[in-house]
């Protein structure tokens, strides 16, 4: 049955027609709220329950009830009722007591019903019934309407408050007030400078690029809001951008967790730096966060979090200056030899094993020996001793930080070659 049959509804469907008078619709809302109020589930805040809000929501209720009621054509519903339950949800009452209002005012309207009706009238039972039916669906969808509406520009509005407070942190400010919503300003933040892998979809050619690094996106913010109860102040872009933590919401221990949770949602990898900061601080945090992000991406060490002190020395290195020239000329002469600055940069990245060098390298162990040596002959530094390859390291990373190494990861060859390298070396 239709909005457009319950029009047609045949009249006199009740014996005693109900009134649809203003003291007839105040004596079933007054009915509806005192159910409400003794009704188990929500007896706890019936105060808060039974405000002028939800009284609103029964009359609007009642009044197209009793024109059902009385087979008389029924005005959209919408407008009115929408109204009633967008002032519930702006005063915070859940939605489940509007519907329940609902309910309850169905019950109280087919009780008065059968109280009028003839019991030879089968005919007037079932019309009246089908009309609550089909109102309680048309009620349903009004006040679902009305809480996602409602819903969708409160979170716009803290969306811009966020936003504004972001912005402000970043730009220098401590306090913000955004819109009509004043956000706190926590002590101290986490500032996170993240940077987002493409997707595997994004390189696929019939697929739009842009709708699968939007998704991606979308995947984190939803599991950032989630994970941190909407706590976290972020401004991201499909390639990564900046995120503030307060210190309450997260642990520096649980920020490994968090990584590996936004890395899960964008389905990639995902690189971040981190640096703590007092509310002041946050410009300065948040540079130096990007700086050294910058670093370990151009250092090749792949996806995960990392803290400023843990590569405080890689960050100093990869400062412009002519500390940083002067280091990175010590290894000219190894520019007309590259398997030999490949072979300098696995020796180090394999924590200075010249087997597991040979078997990055696919070359025997005596190979590596040999190129070590022809280093420490064009170099004037000998790899093989702390003070060498303390200058030799401190170059490459200097040379790294600004000619980004190559995004292969390091990897050990199958087993089946490691097998051979070791017999080799037997």
Not at 241 to 255: I, K, M, N, R
Not at 358 to 374: C, F, G, I, K
Request: glycine content about 6%; aromatic content about 4%; overall charge negative.
């Amino acid at each position: 049955m239709t909005i457009d049959s319950l029009a047609r509804l045949e009249p006199h469907a009740l014996k005693q027609p109900m009134s649809p008078s203003v003291r007839e619709v105040d004596t079933l809302t007054r009915i509806v709220l005192a159910r409400l109020a003794e009704s188990a589930e929500i007896s706890e805040q019936s105060e808060q329950f039974i405000a002028a809000d939800i009284k609103n929501v029964v009359r609007a209720c009642a009044e197209l009830m009793i024109q059902g009621m009385n087979g008389g054509p029924l005005p959209c519903p919408a407008e009115r009722l929408e109204n009633a339950a967008a002032g519930c949800a702006r005063a915070d009452i859940p939605i489940d007591a509007v519907l329940s209002a609902i309910r309850t005012g169905s019950t109280v309207v087919l009780d008065q019903m059968f109280a009028r009706t003839s019991p030879a009238n089968c005919g007037g039972v079932h019309t009246a019934t089908m009309t609550i039916l089909e109102l309680s669906k048309v009620f349903t969808a009004a006040v679902g309407m009305a809480y996602v509406r409602e819903r969708r520009a409160e979170a716009a509005e803290q969306q811009t408050a966020a936003h504004s407070l972001t912005s402000a942190l970043l730009a220098g400010t401590s306090t913000a007030t955004a819109g009509a919503r004043e956000l706190p300003v926590a002590d101290r933040y986490f500032v996170l400078a993240l940077g987002l892998a493409a997707h595997p979809d994004e390189s696929r050619p019939h697929l739009d690029r842009q709708v699968v690094a939007r998704r991606k996106l979308r995947r984190v913010q939803a599991e950032l809001a989630t994970v941190l109860t909407g706590e976290a102040l972020s401004l991201l872009s499909v390639d990564g951008g900046t995120v503030l933590v307060p210190s309450t919401a997260a642990t520096d221990s649980e920020l490994e967790g968090l990584v590996g949770e936004l890395s899960r949602a964008a389905q990639t990898p995902i690189t971040v730096t981190v640096v703590t900061a007092c509310p002041h601080e946050v410009p300065a945090a948040a540079h130096l966060a990007h700086e050294l992000l910058d670093t370990v991406q151009h250092l090749g060490l792949g996806p995960g979090l990392y803290r400023f002190t843990e590569l405080a020395l890689q960050y100093q290195l990869t400062r412009p200056g002519i500390a940083r020239d002067a280091l990175e000329t010590q290894l000219t002469p190894l520019d007309e030899h590259p398997d030999l600055l490949e072979t300098l940069r696995i020796y180090i990245a394999a924590n200075l094993s010249r087997v597991r060098t040979a078997r990055l390298l696919d070359v025997h162990p005596n190979t590596v020996d040999y190129r070590l040596r022809r280093i420490a002959g064009l170099t004037g530094f000998d790899p093989s001793q702390t003070t060498g390859l303390w200058y030799l390291h401190s170059a490459l990373v200097a040379r790294m930080g600004r000619h980004p190494t190559p995004a292969t990861p390091l990897s050990l060859p199958a087993a089946h070659d490691t097998n051979r390298l070791d017999s080799d070396c037997a």
